[in-house]
């Protein structure tokens, strides 16, 4: 029996030494591999996980929308995210969840301590990445969210998305053209992929911000982009998202095997994956 992380491009991806390393240390005796795939693939990769012949999947971009019309039960969360990244045999219908958000939250709890409740956070980027950390920022009653976005109307999508979903949610449209955080802003997240060529930055004004503000990129490679580095050298607590991608890792395991990773298990996978690439 093997798992699959499905998607195109996804040679990169370092989903495979994560979950071999897991999969060898409880002894599991499966296989974790990563499979380029065309869309048209996508329904009978699904049928595998049904006939038992793939026991999971993770779904990476671009199809973590498109994979959805193929599943029989959705999670709650991943049907208010509109994305799937978790696939597997549930009782006899295949299930899918996305674990993208609360990997990142645990991943910044873990870290800093930090405590969602009540704080004001500052997002850029409106793609499939905003949608998990959004849904799950909602679930941890933050107070409210900035979001900003290059193309103005998929930021204006993503607002009404999450406003028909909760009124009361305190969401506001930031126009893209200078990015100047209020002061209130606790935490800033790059959920663009911008950043992952050399050199590339963003120029975001921190006239406004407090002391005590976290930046966090999403990006795991490089390990530090140019804004992270910006950041950390203006004394900024900054995170990449290595912990956040081991987090997501660790929720899809949990789900696939019933198995509870401990800290241990999570330090040990990210000594590893650092030392990769
Ligand atoms: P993901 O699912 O990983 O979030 P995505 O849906 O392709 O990926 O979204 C990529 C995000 O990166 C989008 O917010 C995109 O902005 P646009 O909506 O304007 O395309 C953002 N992005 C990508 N390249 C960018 C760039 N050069 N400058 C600014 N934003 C960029």
């Known amino acids: 029996m093997t798992l699959f992380v499905i998607g195109k491009p996804v ?3 370092l989903s495979p030494l994560i979950h071999n ?3 060898n240390k409880y002894e599991l005796g499966l296989e974790y591999k990563k499979m380029e ?3 048209e693939l996508l329904p009978s990769l699904i049928e595998n996980v049904r006939d038992r012949k793939i026991t999971g999947l993770n779904i990476t971009l671009p199809y973590k929308k498109d994979i959805i019309s193929y599943i029989d039960e959705v999670s709650y969360s991943a049907k208010d995210i509109g994305a799937i990244n978790t ?3 549930r009782g006899n219908k295949v299930y899918g969840e996305n674990t993208d958000g609360i990997g990142f939250t645990r991943a910044l709890e873990k870290k800093t301590k930090f405590n969602f409740s009540n ?3 500052y997002i850029i980027g409106a793609g499939g990445a905003a ?3 959004i849904s799950e920022l ?3 009653k933050v107070e409210k969210i900035y979001i900003t976005n290059r193309t103005k109307q998929k930021t204006i999508q993503l607002v009404s998305f999450f406003k028909t979903r909760n009124k009361e949610i305190n969401l506001e449209f930031v126009e893209w053209k ?3 955080p209020n002061s209130d802003v606790d935490l800033i997240i790059n959920t663009t992929s911008f950043g992952m060529k050399d050199n590339e930055c963003l120029k975001i004004d921190i006239n406004n911000l407090k002391d005590t503000l976290i930046f966090v990129d999403i990006i795991y490679n490089p390990k530090e982009t140019e804004l992270l580095k910006f950041f950390k050298k203006e004394g900024f607590v900054s995170m990449n998202g290595l912990s956040m991608l081991i987090e997501q890792a660790s929720v899809s395991f949990e789900l696939w095997f019933n198995i509870s990773l401990n800290n241990k298990d999570i330090e040990e996978v990210k000594k590893i994956c650092e030392a990769s690439y």
Do not use: A, D, M, R
Request: glycine share 4%.
């Open 11 to 13: 040679k990169h991806s």
């Open 178 to 180: 200078n990015l100047t």
């Open 138 to 140: 909602i679930k941890k």
């Open 131 to 133: 949608y998990g950390i």
């Open 37 to 39: 795939v065309e869309k």
């Open 87 to 89: 696939v597997f045999l």
């Open 21 to 23: 390393y897991w999969i």
């Open 119 to 121: 704080k004001s956070i």
